[in-house]
């Protein structure tokens, strides 16, 4: 697992939350900001800030020093489809006695809103995502109130390298994820009878969970727990298999 590695001026703008946050996450499908290649060995924090708004990114040590670098104010906030790496892992999870098919949506960059030095961080996909009909989830005894108007299209055998994909799109058209899903066993059973999926969008560390569904959904209550897993219920279903889209094309 990588080493985190910050700079005097990126504890001090960040401050002991951001710190704590910056530091405790999976690195394990990380990618250097700089060379683009999987984090591996020491890595250095580096903070982009533009007043309001930070943004958190990892450099190997040998691509660059841990720094804060000032990009100025026309730096605000984007959502996933204006850039961002994104994973997405399925499950089929426990809510109180039923199990539902889930979406667990990950940024491989942390991105936080911030009121200034030391303030409290919000996590920038996340307000994104409560302003768009989701909501803060605490617990998982029941599945969120369904997002109006947000679609996910599953595209069986079409992803990118002809395994499964997702498309994810949000009320205005625009694609929060599109790309590879692996489904596991009784996900799509699960999907077919309920017509919808339950899709979480946080910062939980799943890459190493992927076939441990008891691991996943201790990972998924201890974010919520900690106050930073957000969800709703969104629509799912299956184009005919002539229309079915590439993601990403």
């Known amino acids: 697992m990588p080493e985190v590695q910050m700079s005097p001026e990126v504890r001090a703008l960040l401050g002991p939350e951001g710190i704590a946050r910056a530091a405790d996450i999976s690195l394990t499908s990380g990618i250097c900001a700089s060379c683009r290649e999987p984090l591996t060995g020491t890595v250095n924090t580096v903070v982009l800030t533009g007043g309001t708004f930070t943004h958190v990114v990892y ?3 040998r691509c660059g020093p841990s720094e804060v670098i000032q990009t100025g104010a026309g730096l605000g906030p984007s959502v996933p489809a204006d850039g961002y790496d994104m994973t997405m892992t ?3 999870l ?3 006695g039923a199990d539902l098919p889930v979406l667990v949506a ?3 960059s942390r991105a936080y809103i911030v009121n200034g030095p030391g303030a409290e961080l919000t996590n920038v996909v996340a307000s994104h995502l409560l302003g768009q009909g989701f909501h803060l989830v605490s617990r998982m005894r029941q599945a969120p109130p369904q997002a109006p108007e947000w679609i996910g ?3 069986l055998g079409h992803g990118p390298a002809g395994e499964d994909g997702l498309l994810v799109l949000e009320p205005d058209g625009g694609q929060f994820y599109a790309g590879s899903v692996e489904l596991p066993d009784g996900w799509l059973a699960q999907a077919a009878r309920y017509g919808w999926a339950v899709l979480y969008a946080g910062h939980v560390g799943l ?10 959904a201790k990972a998924l209550r201890t974010a919520a727990q900690a106050g930073q897993l957000v969800g709703a219920r969104i629509a799912v279903g299956t184009p005919p298999p002539s229309t079915a889209p ?3 094309r």
């Not at 890459?207 to 441990?212: G, M, S, T, V, Y």
């Open 106 to 108: 990950e940024t491989v």
């Open 59 to 61: 450099v190997h040590d």
């Open 94 to 96: 426990d809510h109180g």
């Open 246 to 248: 590439v993601p990403g």
């Open 153 to 155: 299209v599953l595209l």
């Open 207 to 216: 890459a190493d969970l992927r076939h441990d569904s008891k691991a996943a």
């Open 90 to 92: 399925a499950a089929v």
